[in-house]
Each structure stands twice: as structure tokens, then as C-alpha cells.
């Protein structure tokens, strides 16, 4: 198995990136295809140890950046890493990829580059989010912004068929996020969603209040791309202002501080359980190939997570799977 990783567009520069390459083929058993800036990768490559033949670079000029409009950057740099990536995806040279690089030009090469599956009307990004209970898979969180309740089943069905297959979540239950539990709630389109999901072949819980969310109560979250990445960002910053906070309160005195630091193994544990790091990358579900958006602050940690969870992916034949699910349906 090779997975092509994008080492140009995260915060970080190619150092984490490459590092989280060689954890990945050291632990994993995978190939890899760096792409990027062949000379910056072979300077950080010479820092570590790993079976030579297990990485191969792919030379690319260009980087995409957070101020390039999404699709002419996809469209005119066409010797950005991203491009290059993706093209050698299309082209067979692997059989994922991975990156840290501009979301919107990334779900935009998706479409025009490696394609949506046929019959998928619209692709979308997932993530997985950590609750009371475990985790629950979230989607779509950014990547349609308006949406038809026929989407919003595709994207039931693309959500339960990941979180089976990739997080060995047997019979998914799914949720429609809405303001309300009842049938009735919500605007026409979670309301005309509702009854689709309700005769899909699908483990369908209903509708679930956003404040309930946390509570793990189902393990698929279905929603549009507005509504889900409000979601996304609102507890991030509510788990960036809540660790803030508990900070000041452990540092006011002597006695806080013998407090935190007797719940120092407890608040690392509570801390682990939300950290993005621990589950990897956004899959961009309903193209032709897995492709996995990386957090743009990722570590070697992160990208090295970001690989086996591209590595499940693949190995679990997802894209199969869907494909097939959408003849049926047809």
C-alpha cells in the first residue's frame, strides 16, 4: 500500500509532516510518497532512519495558500504539491492521500481532479467528535453550505458506511442535528430529510438536539455544511476558552496548584480525549479515491494518525462499499 502525503501548506512547514511520514512507515508497514520541495524533504529525511525504499518524493514547486481563491488555484498552479498529489493519486501511483493544505482548494481538487463517485451528487467532509462516550462522526462540516434533503441522505449513508468500516462502529445509529427532538422541527429541509433518512436503509435514531451532541447519544451526525461547521468551530473555541479558564483557576494559589497537580493524570486524560491529533484527518467522502484532510497545525503525531486512518480507509473499501450502496439505491 502507498499513500501520497502532501508536505506543502501546514503551519508547521515539512519538518512534522516528513517526521510523521517516517513514524508512519516505521510503524505502519506502509509506502509513502512525500510531495513538495524534493530538496527540503531529502534534508529532513537525513535525520532519521527507516527502509529507504519505503519513501518516495515527488518534486512540486508550487503551495497553494489560505489566500488563494480555492478553484483557480487548483485550476492555474498547477506544480503545487496538492496538484501534483492528486494527479499521481488519479494516475495510480498511490492509493490515498493526505494533507494539511487550503480546505477549499483541497475539497475542489477532490471534485475536479480525482471526481465524484457517479451518482453522488455531492461530496462531503467528515471529522469525528469526541463525546461523553467515545466519538461520533460528524458530516458535512463545510463543504456544502446549501444543501437538498436528498444530500443529506447520501451523506447518512457515506457517514454509516466510515464509521463501520474505518471506526468499528457496528450498526451506526444516525442523527439528524436539529433544534428540536420531534418529527416536526427544524426548517423544510431537515424536515423533508427526516422522512428520507426515516425509509432509508439506515440505523435511523432521529432528529438530535446540537446541546446533545456531546452526549454521544448517536454515533453519526448528519447536517449541512453550514449548520456542521458552526458546530465545529463553536466547541473549539468553547474547549480552547474551557482550558483557558480551568489554567487561571489551577495558577490563582499554592492550594489550586496542589489541586491541579493531583489531578494532573485525570485532566491529561480528559485533555487526550479531545485532542484532533489522536483520530487523524476530515475524509472527503463520495470521490473515487480516499483522500483525508490534515489538520494545519498538525504534528508528527497528527500526520502519522492522519496515515492509519488513511490506511484503514483504504484497506476497508470504503469507496467500493459506497459505490455499491448507490447502485442499490438507484
Do not use: W
Not at 511520514?21 to 512525500?34: F, H, K, M, Q
Not at 514547486?61 to 498552479?77: G, M
Not at 435514531?205 to 449548520?227: A, K, T, Y
Amino acid at each position: 500500500m502507498k499513500i501520497i502525503v502532501d508536505s506543502i501548506g501546514g503551519d508547521k512547514g515539512p519538518r512534522e509532516i516528513v517526521k510523521g511520514c517516517v513514524d508512519a512507515v516505521n510503524e505502519l508497514g506502509v509506502e509513502i510518497i512525500i510531495v513538495g520541495k524534493e530538496d527540503d524533504i531529502r534534508k529532513e529525511l537525513s535525520n532519521y532512519s527507516f527502509p529507504k525504499a519505503a519513501i518516495d518524493i515527488l518534486n512540486a514547486t508550487e503551495e497553494i495558500s489560505n489566500e488563494d481563491d480555492p478553484t483557480l488555484a487548483i485550476r492555474r498552479k498547477k506544480d503545487s504539491s496538492m496538484v501534483v498529489g492528486m494527479k499521481a493519486l488519479t494516475e495510480g501511483y498511490g492509493d490515498g492521500l493526505v494533507s494539511t493544505g487550503n480546505t477549499g482548494a483541497l475539497l475542489a481538487g477532490g471534485l475536479f481532479i480525482v471526481k465524484r463517485i457517479q451518482g453522488i451528487e455531492r461530496a462531503a467532509l467528515a471529522t469525528v467528535y469526541p463525546t461523553k462516550t467515545g466519538i461520533s462522526f460528524i458530516l458535512d462540516v463545510g463543504a456544502n453550505v446549501d444543501c437538498k434533503p436528498e444530500y443529506l441522505k447520501q451523506f447518512a449513508m457515506m457517514g454509516s458506511i466510515y464509521s463501520e468500516k474505518v471506526l468499528g462502529i457496528n450498526s451506526p445509529k444516525v442523527g439528524l442535528a436539529n433544534i428540536g427532538v420531534e418529527k416536526g422541527k427544524g426548517n423544510a429541509l431537515v424536515r423533508e430529510a427526516y422522512d428520507l433518512l426515516k425509509d432509508a436503509n439506515l440505523n435511523f435514531f432521529g432528529n438530535v438536539e446540537v446541546r446533545d451532541i456531546p452526549e454521544g447519544l448517536v454515533d453519526v451526525i448528519i447536517c449541512d455544511g453550514f449548520v456542521g461547521n458552526v458546530i465545529l468551530k463553536l466547541t473549539e473555541g468553547m474547549a480552547i476558552s474551557m482550558f483557558s479558564t480551568l489554567k487561571e483557576e489551577f495558577t490563582k494559589s499554592f492550594k489550586s496548584k496542589v489541586g491541579a497537580l493531583m489531578l494532573k493524570s485525570q485532566l491529561k486524560s480528559f485533555k487526550d480525549r479531545l485532542d484532533y491529533r489522536e483520530y487523524g484527518g476530515a475524509p472527503l467522502l463520495g470521490i473515487k479515491q480516499p483522500v483525508v484532510k490534515a489538520h494545519g497545525s498538525s504534528d508528527a503525531f497528527a500526520i502519522k494518525n492522519a496515515i492509519r486512518q488513511t490506511k484503514t480507509f483504504i484497506e476497508k473499501d470504503v469507496i467500493k462499499i459506497i459505490e455499491n450502496e448507490i447502485n442499490i439505491e438507484k
